[in-house]
């Protein structure tokens, strides 16, 4: 099967914790983004990279940070200065050239 | 099918009736539109797509218009079914790599 991965599904945070989320892809896409969703609203840019060992900002970057060591692999790590973490996270890929971006299944991240 | 704008978040509609969903940008220079469905607790998935040099495309039971003019895209579907039931996101570019996301419309489809 071919498509975008994330894991866990349900991923739970202790205060002062750093936690990591997954997210692979075997498309051979380019270019790598990870969103944050809030209940009824819209995605929000956390971190993008468009090619292995380079990756920019987005919008709302602070207290996330990430690494493109592989072209299949673009880990978020929520860091204890992300004040307030619980949302859904959201990856999505895309290949070079094209702006349609592909997203995986989403990671729920609850704080306990 | 009525037609609303992201400003009423909920769009409700008969089964079997048209939909209709609006979406206001914002960047005039905005050159590539797309639209996503996202059912609860999963991800968006792509439905259509339009770049600026057009103001119409069909897909599968949908079509999405662009007027320019008033920066205004709407997505229609055909003949709704109670797996239509979703929240749709509209999204613009101006740029190859990043794509700016409206806040959604979910829409409800009345057996």
């Known amino acids: 099967d071919g498509g975008i991965t994330q894991s866990p599904k349900y991923l739970f945070r202790k205060e002062g914790q750093n936690v990591t989320l997954s997210c692979e892809q075997n498309l051979n896409h380019d270019a790598m983004y990870w969103y944050r969703q809030d209940p009824g609203q819209g995605l929000r840019l956390i971190y993008y990279?468009?090619?292995?060992?380079?990756?920019q900002k987005g919008d709302i970057a602070e207290g996330y940070s990430v690494s493109r060591e592989k072209k299949e692999s673009f880990p978020l790590t929520v860091t204890s200065a992300q004040k307030n973490p619980t949302a859904f996270y959201l990856c999505?890929?895309?290949?070079?050239?094209?702006?349609?971006?592909?997203f995986g299944p989403g990671t729920r991240l609850l704080v306990l | 099918g009525e037609s609303v704008g992201l400003h009423l978040p909920t769009l409700s509609v008969q089964e079997g009736d048209n939909s209709i969903i609006n979406c206001a940008y914002s960047n005039s220079a905005s050159d590539y539109f797309i639209w996503y469905k996202q059912e609860s607790g999963k991800g968006p998935q792509f439905i259509i797509d339009?770049?600026?040099?057009?103001d119409k495309r069909q897909g599968q039971r949908v079509t999405v218009l662009l007027n320019k003019t008033v920066k205004h895209l709407s997505l229609q579907i055909a003949a709704t079914q109670p797996g239509d039931s979703a929240v749709y996101f509209c999204a613009e570019s101006s740029s190859s790599y990043k794509l700016i996301f409206g806040s959604g419309t979910r829409l409800l489809v009345r057996p």
């Open positions: 990279s468009q090619i292995v060992n380079d990756f």
């Open positions: 999505a890929s895309r290949t070079s050239g094209q702006e349609t971006q592909y």
């Open positions: 339009i770049r600026s040099n057009m």
